[in-house]
């Protein structure tokens, strides 16, 4: 892209925060605009399902890897954008031209429409989400948490720890198998068990019941579970009605090439969450990723590109990683175990520390581990070798 004097990056989290420090590192001498939705400035998710819920103040800061000039416009969403004229709407009003913009606009968290009561109940996505639910969770309340994913049992975790009742309740046969498969999954169920939590699997919730405020929720099986407070950590969905009308893929997320490009627009590119991206460390499918160093690895990227920087022949392929907190254990993961049709503990035992490769029609494509740190290590090695462009496999 030529002659870009201002750039507007819209999502004023992580994604849009790495990206402007990217620009600025990378000489962009021009005006960065940042809008975001939310009151507060940027700040670290992965906190808010653990310690925040906790009730702890700190860990929230993104530390600075290098730059921040920009002009902040927060508590103000994007309302509409029309790429062709390279004109955003915001909700106050205001209209801002651009040369280069970037979606950074992260995820929602899905809501099921229950019908009942809708006071008690509760979702994790934002700060204030976070700090709501972690004034709720006292001494023997009843806590349903509707969903087996990772944030789910993380604040199942939380929320046992602070002395509540805890039920998690959802359709699959174990939590988080989708990634970590269903062994790992059954033995992480087990220590959940262990600590107080109790799981009905196999079920979903069809309503809430009580008047004003919530007494309980009432399971697809008839079951009655008293409830004080509800949780729903069931999946999120990507916040891209901002950029409906352009003609843009936006079947789950924005569809980007590899180099974060929005499709068809020079101008545009994505990052974070909410962009769908192929990976040749992986595949030539398109996916969105939601993992925080993700996040930064495209935000990067996606700086690169709007300032007409190309990778390297063999393609921007970051490494996907994560890591999970619960139970007192922390859960680390490598490359992409969720698509692995085959996975071979390598250490230790699933009802312990343990590593375990993942493979898919044969070839290594993840790894994850509670512990065995050293092996994670070896593993990651391995992938990235058996991954690279230069391999013969
Ligand atoms: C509770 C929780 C726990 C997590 N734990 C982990 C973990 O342990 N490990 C891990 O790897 N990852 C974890 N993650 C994921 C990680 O935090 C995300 O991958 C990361 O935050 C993605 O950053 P992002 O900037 O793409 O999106 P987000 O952080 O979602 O930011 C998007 C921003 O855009 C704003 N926005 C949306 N629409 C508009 C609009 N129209 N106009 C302006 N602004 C808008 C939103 O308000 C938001 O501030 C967790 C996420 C959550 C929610």
Same mark, same amino acid.
């Given at each position: 892209?030529?002659?870009?004097?201002?750039?507007?990056?819209?999502?004023?989290?992580?994604?849009?925060?790495?990206?402007?420090?990217?620009?600025?590192?990378?000489?962009?001498?021009?005006?960065?605009?940042?809008?975001?939705?939310?009151?507060?400035?940027?700040?670290?998710?992965?906190?808010?399902?653990?310690?925040?819920?906790?009730?702890?103040?700190?860990?929230?800061?993104?530390?600075?890897?290098?730059?921040?000039?920009?002009?902040?416009?927060?508590?103000?969403?994007?309302?509409?954008?029309?790429?062709?004229?390279?004109? *955003?709407?915001?909700?106050?009003?205001?209209?801002?031209?651009?040369?280069?913009?970037?979606?950074?606009?992260?995820?929602?968290?899905?809501?099921?429409?229950?019908?009942?009561?809708?006071?008690?109940?509760?979702?994790?996505?934002?700060?204030?989400?976070?700090?709501?639910?972690?004034?709720?969770?006292?001494?023997? %309340?009843?806590?349903?948490?509707?969903?087996?994913?990772?944030?789910?049992?993380?604040?199942?975790?939380?929320?046992?720890?602070?002395?509540?009742?805890?039920?998690?309740?959802?359709?699959?046969?174990?939590?988080? #198998?989708?990634?970590?498969?269903?062994?790992?999954?059954?033995?992480?169920?087990?220590?959940?068990? %262990?600590?107080?939590?109790?799981?009905?699997?196999?079920?979903?919730?069809?309503?809430?019941?009580?008047?004003?405020?919530?007494? %309980?929720?009432?399971?697809?099986?008839?079951?009655?579970?008293?409830?004080?407070?509800?949780?729903?950590?069931?999946?999120?969905?990507?916040?891209?009605?901002?950029?409906?009308?352009?003609?843009?893929?936006?079947?789950?997320?924005?569809?980007?090439?590899?180099?974060?490009?929005?499709?068809?627009?020079?101008?545009?590119?994505?990052?974070?969450?909410?962009?769908?991206?192929?990976?040749?460390?992986?595949?030539?499918?398109?996916?969105?990723?939601?993992?925080?160093?993700?996040?930064?690895?495209?935000?990067?990227? #996606?700086? *690169?590109?709007?300032?007409?920087?190309?990778?390297?022949?063999?393609?921007?392929?970051?490494?996907?990683?994560?890591?999970?907190?619960?139970?007192?254990?922390?859960?680390?993961?490598?490359?992409?175990?969720?698509?692995?049709?085959?996975?071979?503990?390598?250490?230790?035992?699933?009802?312990?520390?343990? %590593?375990?490769?993942?493979?898919?029609?044969?070839?290594?494509?993840?790894?994850?581990?509670?512990?065995?740190?050293?092996?994670?290590?070896?593993?990651?090695?391995?992938? *990235?070798?058996?991954?690279?462009?230069?391999?013969?496999?």
């Amino acid at each position: 892209m030529k002659s870009v004097q201002r750039i507007v990056v819209v999502g004023a989290s992580l994604a849009g925060l790495r990206c402007t420090e990217a620009l600025r590192a990378e000489g962009f001498g021009g005006e960065v605009v940042l809008v975001g939705e939310e009151r507060h400035g940027p700040y670290n998710r992965p906190p808010l399902s653990k310690a925040v819920l906790a009730g702890a103040a700190g860990g929230l800061e993104l530390e600075t890897t290098g730059e921040r000039a920009a002009e902040w416009r927060l508590g103000v969403p994007a309302t509409e954008v029309s790429l062709a004229a390279r004109r *955003l709407q915001l909700a106050d009003g205001g209209e801002l031209g651009y040369d280069g913009l970037v979606v950074a606009t992260g995820l929602r968290p899905r809501r099921l429409p229950l019908p009942g009561p809708r006071r008690g109940r509760h979702v994790v996505r934002t700060l204030d989400d976070a700090r709501n639910l972690a004034a709720a969770l006292r001494p023997g %309340a009843r806590v349903t948490v509707l969903g087996a994913s990772f944030i789910a049992c993380e604040i199942a975790s939380v929320a046992v720890d602070a002395g509540c009742s805890v039920t998690i309740v959802a359709p699959e046969a174990e939590p988080m #198998a989708a990634v970590l498969g269903a062994e790992l999954g059954a033995a992480l169920r087990r220590r959940h068990e %262990a600590r107080g939590v109790e799981f009905r699997l196999g079920t979903v919730a069809s309503k809430c019941d009580g008047g004003e405020t919530l007494r %309980a929720v009432v399971l697809s099986d008839g079951t009655d579970l008293p409830t004080d407070l509800l949780v729903e950590a069931v999946g999120c969905t990507p916040a891209v009605d901002w950029l409906e009308d352009n003609g843009l893929d936006l079947s789950d997320g924005v569809l980007c090439d590899n180099r974060l490009r929005v499709q068809g627009h020079e101008d545009v590119v994505a990052a974070g969450d909410v962009a769908r991206f192929p990976n040749p460390l992986i595949d030539d499918v398109p996916r969105r990723v939601e993992h925080w160093t993700m996040a930064v690895d495209t935000a990067r990227q #996606a700086a *690169l590109t709007l300032l007409g920087r190309t990778p390297g022949p063999a393609g921007f392929r970051p490494l996907p990683g994560f890591w999970s907190d619960q139970a007192g254990l922390r859960i680390q993961a490598f490359g992409s175990p969720a698509l692995a049709d085959a996975r071979e503990v390598v250490a230790g035992d699933l009802d312990g520390d343990v %590593a375990i490769a993942c493979h898919r029609t044969g070839r290594l494509i993840g790894a994850v581990a509670i512990g065995r740190r050293r092996d994670l290590i070896g593993l990651r090695k391995r992938l *990235l070798d058996e991954r690279s462009p230069l391999a013969t496999t």
